[in-house]
C-alpha cells in the first residue's frame, strides 16, 4: 500500500494516529499538567498497543508501527492541530483509494478508538454542583441512546464522566471527518 502513495500521502497517514489523540488531549485544558501527561502517556501507550496487535489488517498495524518507529519526530507534529478533522477526511479518501473499503474503515476506527483512549486517560470532571451532576446525567442518558440507535458502543457512566465536553465535541468532529457515525 504505501508503495502507491506520494510523500504527502505518506506522512498524512502516519501522523494522524499520533495527531487524532493529540487534537483530543489539547481540547480540553481543564485537567492542567497533570492530565496533559497522563494523556501524552497514554496516547503513546495506545499507539504501542495499536502498533503490536497482530489481530489487526497487516496494512493498518504497518501504518501505527511506523507512526511509534518516528516517534522522535512527534514534537514536529504538534503544529495547526485544528486541522487534524480534514486531515482525516482526505486520510479516509486517500485509504479508500488504495486499500479495501473495510481496511479503511478499520484505519478510521482505530483513529477514532486512539482519540476516545486519551479522552479517557484522565478525569477531568468533579462531582459536587447538583444542577451540574444532573445535566451531565441527562448528557449520559442521551449519548446511550444515541449509541444503541447507531449500534456503537455504549460507554460506562464512570466513563462518560471521564470524557469532558470539549473533548466530546473534538471527537465527534474526528468522527465526522472520518465518516463514523456521530
Same mark, same amino acid.
Given at each position: 500500500?504505501?508503495?502507491?502513495?506520494?510523500?504527502?500521502?505518506?506522512?498524512?497517514?502516519?501522523?494522524?494516529?499520533?495527531?487524532?489523540?493529540?487534537?483530543?488531549?489539547?481540547?480540553?485544558?481543564?485537567?492542567?499538567?497533570?492530565?496533559?501527561?497522563?494523556?501524552?502517556?497514554?496516547?503513546?501507550?495506545?499507539?504501542?498497543?495499536?502498533?503490536?496487535?497482530?489481530?489487526?489488517?497487516?496494512?493498518?498495524?504497518?501504518?501505527?508501527?511506523?507512526?511509534?518507529?518516528?516517534?522522535?519526530?512527534?514534537?514536529?507534529?504538534?503544529?495547526? @492541530?485544528?486541522?487534524?478533522?480534514? %486531515?482525516?477526511? !482526505?486520510?479516509? +479518501?486517500?485509504? *479508500?483509494?488504495?486499500?479495501?473499503? $473495510?481496511? #479503511?474503515?478499520?484505519?478510521?476506527?482505530?483513529?477514532?478508538?486512539?482519540?476516545?483512549?486519551?479522552?479517557?486517560?484522565?478525569?477531568?470532571?468533579?462531582?459536587?454542583?447538583?444542577?451540574?451532576?444532573?445535566?451531565?446525567?441527562?448528557?449520559?442518558?442521551?449519548?446511550?441512546?444515541?449509541?444503541?440507535?447507531?449500534? @456503537?458502543?455504549?460507554?460506562?457512566? %464512570?466513563?462518560? !464522566?471521564?470524557? +469532558?465536553?470539549? *473533548?466530546?465535541?473534538?471527537?465527534? $468532529?474526528? #468522527?465526522?471527518?472520518?465518516?463514523?457515525?456521530?
Amino acid at each position: 500500500m504505501f508503495e502507491s502513495l506520494n510523500i504527502d500521502e505518506k506522512r498524512l497517514i502516519v501522523q494522524l494516529p499520533y495527531r487524532v489523540g493529540l487534537y483530543v488531549s489539547e481540547s480540553d485544558k481543564s485537567g492542567g499538567d497533570e492530565s496533559d501527561e497522563q494523556e501524552a502517556q497514554v496516547l503513546s501507550n495506545i499507539i504501542r498497543g495499536f502498533a503490536e496487535d497482530v489481530m489487526g489488517a497487516e496494512s493498518i498495524q504497518h501504518i501505527i508501527s511506523t507512526t511509534l518507529m518516528l516517534k522522535d519526530q512527534w514534537a514536529d507534529w504538534q503544529a495547526n @492541530l485544528d486541522n487534524v478533522p480534514g %486531515e482525516c477526511e !482526505k486520510a479516509v +479518501s486517500v485509504m *479508500e483509494e488504495h486499500v479495501s473499503r $473495510k481496511d #479503511a474503515k478499520a484505519f478510521a476506527t482505530q483513529l477514532y478508538e486512539i482519540g476516545e483512549a486519551v479522552a479517557l486517560a484522565f478525569q477531568e470532571y468533579e462531582e459536587g454542583n447538583k444542577l451540574q451532576d444532573f445535566m451531565l446525567m441527562l448528557s449520559y442518558k442521551s449519548d446511550q441512546a444515541r449509541a444503541k440507535r447507531l449500534g @456503537l458502543r455504549e460507554r460506562s457512566f %464512570e466513563e462518560f !464522566k471521564s470524557i +469532558s465536553a470539549d *473533548e466530546r465535541e473534538a471527537l465527534k $468532529k474526528i #468522527a465526522q471527518g472520518l465518516h463514523l457515525p456521530t
